[in-house]
């Protein structure tokens, strides 16, 4: 009889199998069943946003309430996710979808959403040139030669490469091609093996260290 | 050597300061650079100036506003291509916050190319559940998309009567910033041997050149300088070709940093070594 561990164990070996089994014979019934649990698989993630969404507003309200240090921030979080969330709501209602061309969410979208997710990427060009100067430094053989090579494919990458040398782009496509694909070969392969390992233990219940 | 010196431990506000400079300027004063078109971009224009007219093409916004500089000139440079060659798109978007860009990418270009709503082109909106989406086309794409994405229904559509799934799609193109793309790999072409294109960010694109390599994507387009060198092809230099200037001095910048830290870094290695020695 299945009891204790044995219960989610046993689920997982037989969601599985069922997994493998649908990947390789994707007919009736095990078609279908891939399809349902994809499904069930969707709606699962979607209650873990709750969970996040918990935990992020939990974290910032008590930061709002012992005054933390930048505690305004926690409030403009949270004023700014319920705000959003209500005008979602509001101009899903009004409109059908809430990207409608004449939402508010829209507005929110175009004015507050796109300028703070592009800044926050951007903002990648300074830290990277800040931490490059600081941290490349040819310390030995190793570190001399991610250098140079990090140097021409910088180059060769952007037009100014051609224009130094038309050879310079032509070498940087062979180094994303040979030497930069051999390595990266390399360490997917042990990745997979090494994620393929893993599966088949929890499949098999030897890796349980999911149910603590 | 006191310049090198004090150099090295210069306030990181300068460099911030240099690299704003030769970001902006250049696009303000646009010089020009010659773009040179690479293989992998090449063979995705040449896939799709190949296929029949008429084809559908599937188009998967994967992206959000944080790669728009890097994907929508890619975007909007693809579907000038698709209208002039009477070629299909259907759009979806796996990516929520990317629904808005694909909608007003597409809506734009289709503007410009005289291109009507239903007929020459659809946008299906965005799904949840991306991995069950990939398998679930391969039976049928009204299983997830029953509407459009003004909740229209998609036989009211004359394009989309004869679409069912992957049989009916001459190409996937996956527009992505991050590693969506591995799941269309995986199901969409492994599984169901649907033809694929990828654009991706310059920093995820040397992740993708195995599959270019080994066939499972037919080309690949990376980052600004990939959109840059499809918008020469379709012959409208655009957005991404007014920031290879800056992508260029920037670069420029960094590189310059990166050899003035070293010198500095030997001249203080050196002087140690000296003082060490006495």
Do not use: C
């Amino acid at each position: 009889m299945l009891k204790g561990k044995g219960i989610p164990i046993f689920i997982t070996f037989l969601t599985g199998m069922i997994m493998i089994i649908s990947f390789f014979i994707p007919h009736k019934p095990f078609g279908d069943i891939e399809k349902i649990s994809l499904t069930w698989y969707s709606i699962i993630a979607g209650f873990t946003m709750l969970l996040g969404v918990d935990s992020l507003i939990g974290m910032h309200f008590r930061k709002l309430k012992r005054k933390d240090e930048n505690w305004f921030f926690s409030l403009v979080l949270i004023i700014g996710f319920t705000a959003t969330v209500v005008v979602g709501i509001i101009e899903t209602v009004r409109f059908g979808t809430a990207f409608d061309e004449r939402s508010y969410f829209t507005y929110i979208y175009n004015y507050f959403i796109v300028p703070l997710q592009s800044t926050m990427f951007s903002l990648l060009a300074f830290f990277i040139a800040s931490a490059a100067y600081r941290a490349f430094r040819a310390r030995n053989f190793d570190a001399t030669l991610l250098l140079i090579t990090a140097i021409i494919v910088m180059l060769g990458r952007v037009p100014l490469g051609e224009q130094i040398s038309p050879y310079l782009p032509k070498f940087t496509e062979w180094i994303m091609q040979v030497p930069q694909m051999a390595a990266k070969r390399g360490i997917g392969l042990g990745i997979s093996l090494g994620a393929l390992g893993v599966s088949i233990r929890i499949i098999l219940g030897i890796e349980r260290s999911y149910l603590s | 050597m006191n310049f090198f010196l004090k150099l090295s431990k210069i306030d990181r506000r300068f460099i911030y300061l240099f690299i704003a400079l030769v970001v902006v300027l250049p696009l303000i004063l646009k010089p020009k650079f010659p773009v040179v078109v690479s293989k992998p971009v090449q063979d995705v224009y040449d896939y799709i100036e190949k296929l029949p007219e008429g084809s559908n093409v599937l188009i998967s916004i994967d992206y959000d506003a944080a790669s728009m500089p890097e994907q929508q000139p890619f975007l909007e440079a693809l579907l000038r291509q698709l209208f002039k060659n009477k070629l299909k798109p259907i759009l979806i978007v796996q990516w929520q916050l990317g629904a808005p860009l694909g909608t007003m990418g597409l809506e734009k270009i289709a503007k410009e190319m005289g291109a009507e709503y239903g007929k020459d082109y659809i946008n299906l909106g965005y799904r949840p559940g991306y991995v069950a989406q990939m398998v679930g086309i391969g039976k049928e794409i009204r299983d997830f998309f029953k509407v459009d994405y003004k909740n229209i229904p998609l036989d009211s559509f004359p394009m989309m009567k004869n679409v069912h799934n992957y049989n009916d799609i001459a190409l996937l193109v996956g527009l992505e910033a991050g590693a969506t793309y591995l799941a269309w790999i995986e199901y969409a072409g492994g599984r169901f041997k649907q033809k694929i294109a990828l654009a991706l960010n310059a920093v995820s694109a040397p992740d993708a050149y195995y599959f270019y390599q080994s066939g499972q994507i037919v080309g690949l387009v990376g980052g600004m300088k990939g959109a840059a060198e499809y918008e020469v092809l379709v012959d409208k230099p655009d957005l991404a070709v007014a920031g290879m200037a800056s992508q260029s001095y920037s670069h420029l910048v960094i590189i310059l940093f990166i050899i003035l830290g070293n010198i500095a870094y030997f001249i203080e290695k050196g002087m140690k070594n000296k003082e060490g020695g006495k």
